[in-house]
């Protein structure tokens, strides 16, 4: 059922290609980014092996406790963190964990946009249509299985994460922006 609002405009944009199939009143719009999204990182020492922001309830908590607890991963305090700590604990991570909260394979443009503006490589739940990101480019594109991520983040070396940030930059700073 569709809510009464949504006959009153004429478009919506989403920011997921996938998505904007889904209706009929649905636009593709990419998000970029820049890189004052973010203060410079004052020189943090990496103590996370990634960043999560989003609720965390259902799957996701599930993915995440099992990271912690089955993997051995440590995960930034990013859930309820806001302004100075939530930028610290993301500039404290390896890279950004994207998890969907349901199964619709849609990406989280704006997650994508802060951890760009934050230098951090993403991780993210397999999605039906990335654009205008690259699986293996500028993200990794992981399928949900609570051991492909960890492997994922295991294999992160640290040139690794360079070259996934950076290019991710320069997709949302440069070519989208």
């Not at 990101?133 to 295991?154: I, S």
Request: include cysteine; glycine fraction near 6%; charge should be positive.
């Amino acid at each position: 059922m569709q809510h009464p609002a949504v006959a009153t405009f004429d478009d919506i944009w989403v920011a997921d290609r996938y998505a904007a199939t889904l209706h009929p009143k649905w636009r593709h719009a990419v998000i970029g980014g820049h890189p004052w999204l973010a203060p410079p990182d004052p020189g943090t020492t990496k103590r996370y092996d990634f960043a999560h922001l989003a609720y965390l309830w259902g799957r996701r908590e599930g993915m995440v406790n099992d990271l912690v607890h089955k993997h051995g991963l440590k995960a930034a305090p990013t859930h309820g963190q806001y302004g100075n700590a939530c930028t610290r604990s993301l500039y404290e991570s390896r890279a950004m964990l994207s998890m969907h909260q349901y199964p619709v394979p849609i990406i989280a443009p704006l997650r994508i946009a802060k951890a760009a503006a934050h230098g951090l490589p993403v991780v993210h739940e397999a999605v039906r249509d990335a654009f205008p990101h690259v699986d293996g480019y500028d993200l990794l594109d992981v399928p949900f299985v609570t051991q492909a991520f960890a492997g994922a983040f295991k294999a992160l070396t640290q040139e690794r994460s360079a070259e996934l940030s950076f290019n991710l930059q320069q997709t949302l700073h440069v070519k989208w922006s």
